[in-house]
């Protein structure tokens, strides 16, 4: 017996999400220490703050969430400088995408972004049956010309990632502002920007601007990274009130949980953690970068929480003998970069571990 799925469900290729620990645990037998640095992750661990606000409501899980977000948006509104009638918020921010999806996409429609992309925008068109574009990224950089370019009558979402994941470069703020000011009307942009906070350069468009000036832009962050809650499932959009009110049509009741709003609301006010955070990447970035630069290891200079790296290894050969001695990364192969390997920066014991397996595997 079975079910027909619809055409274009067929043609979905799952997310594969970075390997967790337990599994690999399960999978080699070891009870040593396995280190994920696979989905970016932060390494400090959740905000004390948001850990002290879920014991408090740990008993209400009984309880739904408050439908509305009404606190956690009120905290957005103040952190962001926007009205809660412009956010919107999501369990994960790949909720946001595929919902927006949903709701603005026929198969007559076109969604374009690039191919070195995070992988949910081309999951979300595909499976409502759009038109898909992927355009070749330049520089290691999306290459707003030639998506402009390729924007035609049947566009309907363009979706860039600034930083892009998995590339972990940025678009300078003059890029975007001109972009985001050539798209006809009638097209919403998806700006997901999930490492804004990892961004130390200036040069970085104010995406908030865009929705205050009332484009169709589609602004996403997230949770998961910075404020180490990916566990929690807390995302949101940020748009003009017509896309949101658009948006939330497709959205299921109680999507966002009673504990992770309470945990992000704490985990935005936690100031200490943030830069505790940044601090500690900072000082992970320079130690792999230097390491990679002692090794002459070709990296991509990244402006995230994440590296990624080639060396004379194929990416997924690499990438199963660091899993053989406990350390989780993420091959590259299906962004079409089968030569890449995306490592998470961790903690300095992590990164140590990290460089020191690496050696040992390339010295072979
Ligand atoms: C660019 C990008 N957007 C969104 C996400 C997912 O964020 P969330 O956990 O909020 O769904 C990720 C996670 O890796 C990402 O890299």
Redesign the pocket.
Known sequence: MSVKPREATKKVKPYIPGKPIEELKRELGITEEILKLA??ENPVGTSPKALEAIKESIGETYLYPDDECFYLKRGLSKHLGVNAENLIVGN???ELILIASMVYLTPDDEFIMGDQS?A?GKISATLMGAIFTGITEKDYTHDLNAIRDAVSEKTKIIYI?NPC?PLGTKLSRKGIEDFVNSIPDGILIIL?E?YYEFVRDEDFPDSIKFVKENKNVFV?R?F?KIYGL?AL?I?YGIAPPEIISTIRKARLPFNANRLGQIAALAALKDEEHIQRTLKINEEGETYITKEFDKMGIFYIPTCTNFITFKTELDGITLFAELQKRGIIVRPLKNYGIPEFIRVTIGNKHQNQRFIKTLKEILAK
């Open positions: 989905s970016n994960g921010s790949v995070f949910l990632d994941n997901d999930a996403l997230t998961s990916a499932r995302g």
